[in-house]
C-alpha cells in the first residue's frame, strides 16, 4: 500500500476555477502535513502546512481528518500561475528523530486562459 | 532570505564512476536530508543526517551511498560507482530545530551514462 496517495490528474481548468485535490495516507504515526508545489524540473516548494482545524491562505485552503487519514487542499478562482504539480507531504517521525518527508507522487494542475 | 545551495546544478558521469554531490544547507539548520526524483516520478527519502550521523535511510540508500559534513557548511552525497538508474535529480534539505518547514535546494541533475 502506497504511503501517501493522491489523484493522479491531470487537472486541466480555466481561469476562475476552483479545484479541490484529495490525498490519502497510510501510517497513522504521521505528524505533520503539508502541501507542497513543485514547478517543472524544480525543487518542492512548500505552499502550506495542514491543520486539523483546517487552515486558509488567500485562494489556498487546506483540511486534514485524522480519522480518515485524509488531506485536502481547495485552490478557489484559479490562475494561470497556479500551474504546477501539488505534493501532498506527511511527516512522520520516529523515535525521538526529526522525522522525514513522504512524497505522494502529486497531482499536475494545468490552468489555461 | 537564506537557501540551500547544490553544485552542480547538473552532473553527467558515465556508468560506474563516483560522483559527489554538493550541499550547503542554511546556516543555523541542523537537520539534513537528500531526497532524490527520477524523471516522471515523486520524490524519494534518502537518508537523514543529525549532529554528524545518519538518523535514518531508506532502502535506497545502499552501500553505493554515503554522506558526509566534511566541514561546518557542506554536505555531500556519494556515490561510489554510478548505474544507469540512478540518473536523478537529487535535492538536498534542511531542517532548523523545532520548525517543521523543510527548505530544499534546487537540486543536482544527474545523468549516468
Known amino acids: 500500500r502506497k504511503e501517501v496517495e493522491q489523484d493522479p490528474g491531470p487537472f486541466n481548468v480555466p481561469e476562475g476555477a476552483t479545484v479541490a485535490f484529495n490525498c490519502t495516507y497510510s501510517?497513522?504515526?504521521?505528524?505533520?502535513f503539508f502541501w507542497y508545489r513543485q514547478d517543472c524540473r524544480k525543487e518542492p516548494k512548500l505552499l502550506m502546512s495542514?491543520?486539523?482545524s483546517g487552515n486558509e491562505d488567500g485562494r489556498f485552503t487546506a483540511q486534514l481528518n485524522r480519522a480518515s487519514q485524509y488531506i485536502s487542499l481547495l485552490i478557489r478562482d484559479s490562475k494561470l500561475s497556479d500551474s504546477a504539480t501539488y505534493l501532498c507531504?506527511?511527516?512522520?517521525?520516529?523515535?525521538?528523530?526529526?522525522?522525514?518527508?513522504?512524497f505522494g507522487k502529486g497531482t499536475k494542475l494545468s490552468v489555461k486562459p | 532570505e537564506p537557501e540551500v545551495t547544490q553544485t552542480p546544478s547538473h552532473q553527467v558521469t558515465q556508468m560506474g564512476q563516483e560522483v559527489i554531490l554538493r550541499c550547503v544547507p542554511i546556516s543555523n539548520h541542523l537537520y539534513f536530508y537528500w531526497y532524490r526524483q527520477i524523471l516522471g516520478q515523486k520524490v524519494e527519502f534518502l537518508v537523514s543526517f543529525y549532529n554528524n550521523e545518519i538518523s535514518e535511510k531508506s532502502e535506497i540508500f545502499d552501500d553505493q551511498f554515503s554522506v558526509e559534513r566534511p566541514d561546518g557548511s557542506n554536505f555531500t552525497l556519494k556515490i561510489r560507482s554510478t548505474k544507469l538508474e540512478d540518473s536523478a535529480m537529487y535535492f538536498c534539505a534542511s531542517i532548523n530545530t523545532g520548525n517543521t518547514e523543510a527548505f530544499f535546494g534546487q537540486g543536482t541533475r544527474l545523468t549516468v551514462v
Open positions: 507531504v506527511v511527516k512522520v517521525n520516529y523515535g525521538g528523530s526529526q522525522g522525514n518527508l513522504i
Open positions: 495542514v491543520y486539523s
Open positions: 501510517n497513522s504515526a504521521s505528524q505533520s
